[in-house]
């Protein structure tokens, strides 16, 4: 098997444990490694570049979140904006657009198409089987490859199988000429739905280009569909760009996804088509197709296991502790150097963005300055290490610090007595503001005062 991205982000990253925003040097370095998963997951040259540079800007600036790696979150963000690119929205399932659009007066046609050995005739009886099964739809299927010996007996076996009607084969009938009869015995038995299984060839020739336009032309499918195995590689570019030049695709299905295959087919196809993958087939058995699911691929594009919902998890404790534990401080009107140090912590974790910052003017002006990466977080940390070196009474009652204490807190800060007193000219102002929020009635009150 791979190694998992993550595993490989891991060392990657781990240096950079604990730092604020994602710097582009960092997501740079993390990229490298996701375009080799991605090439891994036979995802085509081109595609993983231009994925890789759009993924970049996106990541570049982001904040790291507590308990969760900065490689953990690169792969997180480059999940997302996969999931993006392949129809999908994070964290909401199958896509709308993977449904066939049938909603025409009957018959409405499907062609099938797409390179031979891809799967076209199995999922056409698949597909067929779901409308006729689930959709109670009247399905009538034809073959149209009169290359292959037996093609056409091939789709009628299916048929039976299935209980899906299939039109009777006439020898030595061209393709045209089929879908032209195909279509007649759909309009006139009443058909809901005609499929049309057509030729394949080992590659892409204009033969067959020929043939399949002018079926198209006939016919006039309300969905084609691009039908492609995820075995396939750096080819899968090419597939995609000859067959969509030449008839208006509709949809890609991609087969074959139960096999070894990562995927990086279906983001090839997305990318060449722009059309939305809409099934995935999924083993040999006639029911063994479901709608495409970007997430899942995502996931096994990348190769991540866990790190996806790790990194939700993460985000959501955060925002969640935070909340309470703010809710309880304000309540009381509280605020002492506890608080000031959970504060620093949540700026550096933050990348300046902590929710209290932007209320006291001297800790505006640093987030500012941090979020310009003016300001590295040394600022913070040494305010940090000045709290640390305080007693823990005097965290709680700073008053106490007289010019002795300050002296002592200084030297064990490796700080000066002015740093210390910065320190608690800054807490004096935080505290008050605490007290004004109190006033104002709490935490709604102080969220209508940050807007
Ligand atoms: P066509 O030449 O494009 O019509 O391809 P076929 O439909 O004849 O399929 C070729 C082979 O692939 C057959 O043996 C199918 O059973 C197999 N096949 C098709 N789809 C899938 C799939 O999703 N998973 C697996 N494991 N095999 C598939
Ligand atoms: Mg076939």
């Known amino acids: ?140 299927m034809a073959s149209l490859d009169v290359n292959r010996p037996a093609a056409q007996e091939q789709l009628a076996t299916l048929g039976t199988q299935i209980e899906v009607q299939t039109l009777p084969i006439v020898a030595g009938q061209q393709p045209v000429d089929i879908a032209r009869r195909a279509l007649q015995a759909a309009k006139l038995q009443g058909f809901d739905v005609l499929m049309l299984d057509t030729a394949g060839r080992l590659h892409v020739d204009q033969a067959l280009m020929d043939e399949m336009q002018a079926v198209a032309d006939i016919a006039r499918p309300q969905e084609i569909l691009l039908v492609v195995d995820s075995l396939t590689g750096q080819d899968a570019v090419n597939v995609a760009q000859s067959f969509s030049a030449q008839v208006p695709l509709t949809g890609v299905v991609l087969t ?98 902590g929710a209290l910052a932007g209320m006291i003017p001297g800790m505006k002006k640093a987030q500012q300055a941090m979020a310009n990466g003016a300001v590295d977080e040394r600022i913070l940390l040494r305010m940090d290490a000045m709290i640390t070196s305080m007693t823990p009474k005097e965290r709680t009652k700073p008053e106490l610090i007289n010019a002795k204490r300050k002296i002592r807190i200084a030297k064990g800060s490796g700080t000066t007595v002015q740093d210390v007193n910065k320190l608690l000219k800054m807490h004096q102002e935080m505290s008050t503001a605490m007290k004004r929020i109190k006033k104002m009635g709490g935490i709604k009150g102080m969220m209508a005062m940050l807007g």
Do not use: C
């Open 1 to 140: 098997m791979f190694d998992s991205l993550s595993d490989r982000l891991g060392g990657v990253f781990d240096r950079l444990r604990g730092r604020g925003a994602l710097t582009e040097a960092d997501v740079r370095q993390a990229m490298r490694e996701v375009r080799i998963a991605l090439l891994e997951a036979d995802v085509a040259l081109p595609v993983a570049r231009q994925f890789v540079e759009e993924a970049t800007e996106k990541a570049v600036g982001q904040n790291v979140l507590r308990s969760v790696t900065p490689g953990q979150q690169v792969v997180k963000i480059v999940h997302d904006a996969l999931v993006e690119m392949l129809g999908g929205t994070p964290g909401a399932g199958a896509p709308l657009e993977a449904e066939l659009n049938l909603n025409v007066s009957p018959p409405a046609v499907v062609m099938m198409v797409g390179l031979q050995g891809s799967g076209k005739t199995t999922t056409t009886a698949k597909i067929a089987k779901r409308l006729a099964g689930k959709e109670r739809k009247k399905v009538l």
């Open 256 to 353: 074959r996804m139960d096999g070894d295959a990562r995927g990086g087919a279906a983001l090839s196809m997305r990318a060449v088509t722009g059309k939305p993958i809409k099934f995935a087939g999924t083993g040999e058995k006639l029911d063994a197709i479901e709608p495409f699911h970007p997430e899942r691929v995502a996931g096994r594009i990348l190769g991540m296991g866990d790190v996806v919902s790790l990194v939700e998890r993460a985000a959501e404790a955060i925002q969640q502790e935070d909340a309470e534990r703010m809710a309880e401080r304000l309540s009381k009107g509280h605020f002492d150097m506890n608080d000031l140090r959970g504060q620093l912590a949540q700026m550096r974790r933050m990348g300046g963005l």
